[in-house]
């Protein structure tokens, strides 16, 4: 990541667009424009819908800055610099849950047309136009918003499909979690890398034979013709704003219509099934609390296994934001839905597998960042989660403490829950695994790691005594 | 002025957007292509001379 001297930092993701760039300057998002992304972000201002979707929470809220808060590009000055609202935590759509990409979806078709109704467009379609304030999805790329050429298609649509049609095609219709294949590809699916999985009857589904099959033969038919002389075509054939907005409402009411396949998880009854004692919980609740609420109030807190959610919930009456992550997609659809209803704006959910979080992928694998590079929390919740890894994936013990030291900001806490090897969930891990094999899995051990990292503020057994909670500043 | 495409839309994204867009949409793709095949014809005389 490259710094300027005046504190300028480059937006690593933002520079497939020339004709402008997201800058950081301290905690402020900036972005340069040049003359005639100027020219359209002062159009863009004089509109109606623009303002009424920034008012409404859909847009992100931008307004202009001075010029001189960022470098030049190439020598030239930008035209305009905007100031854009930040974003409490930047997260990718392999991150997201089905609920959550499908919302994206319909907030970006519900932007597009309430631009194209008063003579604007946006020139991409990309699910990575799109951000979270908690549950409540917010499009962020004010550069993407062009004036509309009448007689033209919107440019967007095949990143559309690709980031966001596609996934959504692949879980609905097929049961298959799409965030692996998103992560594996920053252009998101093609079409002709769903086509063969869509086969038979299956091309019958719902928005299969148009959007995938019929789309995919059209790109190789045309890949020779160039796209200007089609616009023209479609110009002269009578192509208008009226069947664009067809289009756009027909993707929507397809998009509305695609739901998640349900499945028995495992985890979505954990909460019933973990053999916690009322008494253990709320020691447990109480302990969190206390941990939270001695010093300074955190600004960020990670939850790390969220589950259902309940402790993301309780950090959240004493933090500003809460990123609550767990590697069960079901699991994290469930918590945003109910997160949804609430119109919960500062608990994020994020499906993601503690073992193997996202990697920084796209160009120099920066373009999207890796989960460890964002994760710089006040306060790290890692509750009942240490067994998993440990045991359940073979983490040593010292890594995992590494690890967690490595998510928290400097001076900040780690909240962590040991489950001794004696608990009941332990011995079920453990009975898979060949006898002997984690000598150091011990609670002496453990704290003797912990102490080393870090300084142990508080510690509580819980009344079962079979699980040590502690607090551990790390670092002090 | 040079028109900078953010990226490339694609020609058969851009013409299958008319196909999916119903009875009207079908008829504007009908017409592209009906123009196309009258195209080839007009210039095939032209080309033998």
Known sequence: MTTSPAGVRPEPASFRDPANRVFHVGDEVLRGLDEQAAAHWRALTATAFFPALVAAGKVCATEDAPPALVPASAGDPWTAVLRHERIPFVSHPYEWSFTMLRDAALLHLEILRAALADGFTTKDGSAYNLQWRGAEAVFIDIGSFEPVRDGEPWAGYRQFCQTVLYPLLLTAHLGVDFQPWLRARVDGIEADQLRPLFAGARRLRPGVLTHLHLHGAMQQRHAEASTSDVRAELRAAGFSRELLLATVRGMEKLVRKLDRRPTGSHWSDYQRTCGYSAQDRAAKERFVTDALTTGARPRLVLDLGANDGRYARLAAEHADYVVAVEQDPAVVDELYRTLRAEGQRRILPLVLDLADPSPGGGWRGVERAGFAERASADAVLALAVVHHLAIGRNVPLPEVIDWLAGLTAPAGAVVVEFVHPEDPMARRLLANKPDGLFPDYRRDTFERLLAARGRITDRLELPSGTRTLYRTVMGG | ?49
Request: proline share 2%; net charge positive.
């Open chain 2, 1 to 49: 002025m040079i028109h900078l495409a953010y990226l490339d839309a694609g020609s058969g994204s851009l013409i299958v957007q008319a196909v999916v867009g119903g009875v009207a949409g079908a008829a504007v793709a009908a017409k592209l292509y009906w123009r196309r095949l009258v195209d080839r014809f007009r210039r095939q005389p032209t080309d033998q001379r």
